[in-house]
């Protein structure tokens, strides 16, 4: 070691030492500062002073300009910072830095006849400069740059801290730029978060627009339902009474007569009993209807099915003025006790029975059979068979649907009625898809159980 290094090494250590403090200083206020101005601004600060210099900027590469600005510094006058672009090309010391990615030392910056450097350099009597690279992720980001208007020796060591500072500031502007992507994210999250939100808000609004719709539904079907049980009641009372006034001019006519003798008053009689049953009927028809809308559990009792089915078929006779039908029985012995509300058997067996009748209006041969015969185990089932047209097909599927009706003054509610009692019965009822011309439908109905010693007796 040479005598003068025997004597400058205490200082360069001190200066290496101070360097290396102001270094690891910088690094933690640079990874703790969110603002990058900020950050480069001090940078330039710590470096000029470390390096003993007035002034020092930082310059940042512009991708689509291809120029180097000033985007931070110490000592310049205003309208510098900010302001004052170079090429990023030899032309300056900085552009020279940057393209080649090695640090630029002048000492003196006059003697370097191919620079061209912006006024500021001239006003501020710029002598020696020092410029090293920034590097980026994805390339060169910039360039420090230190000055002086002294001459300035800036040796190895300047150097050496000098890159090691562009590393620090380098990092810190990846992690600046991390720190904004992220805070683009953010922003950009919140905003999803906003619309979201809004859009929930909207769905919240389509819900409530949905039950809204959904209870005004329910209330028109229950006035639908409502509708379709007035029509109903409508259309079963209307039977009754149209018997009740045709008994009522017949005996309007037995009246008309000079002299009421004892045969006249029994036919009076008679008739007043028919129009007393009719009444009674009607009034069962409401309390049965009543049964139906209520779903109530129907009073069913043993009653012997053939005695029901003759019944029906003389309630709708009554009426039927029409009565060139001829009548079949075919009655199955081994079958007799019913389990069953007999007013709403009655009450299918009329609908049916009356729906033949109907449908036999314009035929020449006109037979009405009415059968009983075994069903499913525990069974019983009857059949109303009529040499009528059939059922006419565009109809056939919708049969028990409410307000199907071939007819003028039909309701169409007669079948559904006739489903809702089986059903209420524990029986059911369908049409019977014959071969045959007419139409047939069967009725099933519980048979009653057999009691103890009934078999016995029907044996002995
Ligand atoms: N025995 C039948 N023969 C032919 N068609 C029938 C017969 N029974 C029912 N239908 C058809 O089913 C339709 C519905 O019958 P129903 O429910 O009793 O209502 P409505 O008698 O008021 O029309 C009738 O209009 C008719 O077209
Ligand atoms: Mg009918």
């Known amino acids: 070691m040479t005598a003068n290094g025997v004597m400058t090494e205490p200082v360069v250590i001190a200066g ?12 933690t206020f640079a990874f703790s500062e969110p603002e990058l101005g900020k950050i480069l601004t001090e940078a330039a600060r710590v470096c000029a002073e470390c390096l003993r210099a007035p002034f020092a900027k930082i310059c940042r590469y512009r991708r689509e300009q291809k ?19 170079s ?24 003697q370097n006849g191919s620079l061209t450097l912006p006024p500021f350099y001239a006003e501020h009597k710029i002598v020696s400069t020092a410029d090293v690279l920034i590097k980026g992720k994805t390339g060169p980001w910039g360039v420090l ?3 002086s208007a ?3 020796e800036f040796n190895e060591h300047d150097v050496v801290f000098l890159t090691g500072f562009a590393n620090v500031v380098a990092e810190a502007v990846a992690m600046a730029e991390r720190t904004a992507a992220m805070q683009g994210a953010i922003e950009s999250m919140k905003h999803l978060i906003v619309e979201k939100d809004a859009l929930l808000g909207e769905r919240a609004g389509r819900e409530r627009k949905v039950h809204e719709l959904q209870m005004e ?41 000079k002299q009421i003798d004892s045969g006249a008053i029994l036919r009076l009689k008679a008739l007043i009993g028919k129009i007393q049953s009719q009444t009674l009927r009607a009034g069962s028809i409401i309390k049965n209807l009543k049964d139906v809308v209520e779903k109530r559990e129907s009073c069913r009792f043993e009653v012997n099915i ?21 009548l079949n029985f075919e009655f199955d012995s081994a079958i007799s006790k019913v389990m069953i509300d007999k ?26 059979t009415l059968t009983t015969l075994p069903g499913d185990a525990g069974f019983a089932n009857v059949m109303v068979r009529d040499t009528g047209p059939g059922v006419l097909p565009n109809i056939a599927q919708r049969l028990f649907l409410p307000f199907n009706t071939t007819k003028a003054s039909g309701m169409g509610l007669g079948l559904m009625v006739c489903q809702t009692l089986a059903e209420a019965n524990g029986g059911r009822i369908w049409h019977v898809e014959d071969k045959e011309k007419g139409t047939c439908f069967c009725l099933s109905l519980p048979l009653a159980q057999p009691h103890a010693g009934e078999s016995h007796s029907a044996a002995g």
């Open 217 to 257: 539904l329910s209330h028109l079907s229950r006035l639908n339902a409502m509708g379709q049980m007035t029509a109903a009641i409508a259309h079963e009372l209307n039977q009754p009474l149209a018997a009740i006034t045709n008994y009522i001019g017949v005996a309007k006519l037995s009246l008309e007569v």
């Open 150 to 152: 002294d001459r300035h």
């Open 67 to 85: 120029d180097l600005l000033i985007v931070a510094g110490c000592g310049w006058r205003a309208g510098v910072i900010g302001i004052v672009i």
């Open 145 to 147: 740059e230190v000055d």
């Open 16 to 27: 290496l030492l101070r360097q290396q403090a102001a270094l690891a200083n910088f690094g």
């Open 306 to 326: 053939e005695d029901v089915v003759r019944d029906s078929l003389a309630m709708v006779l009554y009426d039927v003025t029409d009565s060139n039908i001829a």
């Open 87 to 110: 090429k990023a090309d030899e032309s300056s010391t900085q552009g020279r830095a940057f393209v080649t990615g090695k640090p630029v030392i002048l000492e003196d910056v006059s």
């Open 343 to 368: 007013v709403q058997i009655q009450q299918i067996l009329i609908n049916l029975i009356r729906n033949s009748v109907e449908a036999m209006h314009g035929t020449k041969e006109r037979t009405l």
